[in-house]
Structure formats: C-alpha cells, structure tokens
C-alpha cells in the first residue's frame, strides 16, 4: 500500500513562497502520474496541478503561481508555491492518479 508523507507547509505572508514535499513509499514517482489537492476548512477537496511525465497541468487559481515537479531518484514531489494568497491557506495533499489513500497532508496558512 501507497504512503504519502507531505512536508514544507507553514504560515507566511500574502505574496511569499513555499515549496511542499511529498515523499511516497511503497511507490516510486517515477512512472506514476501525480498531482497535488488542496482542501479549506469546510471546502471538498480541490485538484490543483498534475505531472505525467514532462507534462504539467494547472487549475485556474494556481497557474502561473504554482509549480510541480519531481525527483525520481529522491522519489519526491515537489510544489513550488509563489506569490501566495490568503485563499490559498488549506492543507495540501498529494496522490497518484488514479487516486490511492490519502496523507496527513501539510497546512499552509496565508496571512493577508
């Protein structure tokens, strides 16, 4: 079974930066298509950007913000997050898709 371990959230100011990890075992990165979701107090859960082999995919409220990448030999994920926004505060998740079970997660708080 998959586990995912998210790291690297943390409170900042509006228009800073953060970089999340996800490290995954069980798995490696390396052939998966991954993505990172994002869940607000009282919200669903919201896709925001995916990597499928050198391809990335954003959502509208992140792109030209947000950036994903991997590291195959680290078998970790990365979000690089810029330009921060106080909508942006959620706790961050990442998975395979299709979806496997979920991790702790990591908060982001975004402070106006």
């Known amino acids: 079974q998959v586990k995912f371990v998210e790291s690297g959230g943390g409170l900042v100011r509006a228009g800073g930066s953060l970089r999340l990890s996800c490290v995954a075992s069980?798995?490696?990165?390396?052939?998966?298509?991954v993505g990172w979701w994002r869940q607000a107090p009282e919200n669903e859960r919201e896709w925001g950007e995916t990597l499928r082999g050198g391809i990335t995919d954003y959502g509208d409220s992140v792109k030209g913000r947000f950036t994903i990448s991997k590291d195959n030999a680290k078998n970790t994920v990365y979000l690089q997050m810029n330009r921060l926004k106080p909508e942006d505060t959620a706790a961050y998740y990442c998975n395979f898709i299709p979806l496997n079970s979920w991790g702790q997660g990591t908060q982001v708080t975004v402070s106006s």
């Open positions: 069980g798995s490696s990165f390396s052939s998966q298509t």
